[in-house]
C-alpha cells in the first residue's frame, strides 16, 4: 500500500505535493476539534433523549402532573450522574495506587520537582501561580459543565 502511495505522489508536480502536505497538515490540525465537537454532540443527543424517555415513561406510568414528572426525572438522573461520578472516582484510585506502586521512583522525582519549584518562588509568585491555578481551573469548570 505504501508503495502505490510513493508511486502516486512521485508522479504528482511540487505544488500539488505541497497542497496535499497543506491539506493533511490542515486536518491534522483540524480534527481533534471536530471529534470533539462530535463527542460533545452525541454526549448531548444521548442526555436529551435518556431525559425525553424517562419523562415520557414516568408521566404515562405514574399519571404526574408535568411539573412532577420534571422533577422526579430531575433526581433519577442526578442520581444515575453521581453514581458513574463515584465509579469512576473509585476506579481512577485505584489506578493510582497501581501506578505509585509500579513506578514510585518517577512519583519520588516529579514531587521533587514540584517541591523544588515551589522553594524557589518568591511569596508574589506562589500567590500568583495559587490565584491563576484556581481561576483557571474554576473557569474550565464553568465552561465544560
Known sequence: MITIIQRWLSKLTKQRRMSLALIAFGLLITMPG?????????????????????????????????HATQVIVFYLMAGLFLCGFYLLVRRLLVL??????????WRNVQKEKITEFWASLSWVNKIQVFFGSTFSGAFLVLWVF
Open 96 to 105: 493510582y495506587r497501581h501506578a505509585v506502586n509500579v513506578y514510585p521512583q
Open 34 to 66: 471536530m471529534m470533539g465537537h462530535a463527542f460533545i454532540w452525541i454526549v448531548i443527543h444521548i442526555y436529551e433523549m435518556l431525559e425525553f424517555i424517562l419523562d415520557e415513561a414516568i408521566h404515562h406510568f405514574f399519571e404526574t402532573s408535568r
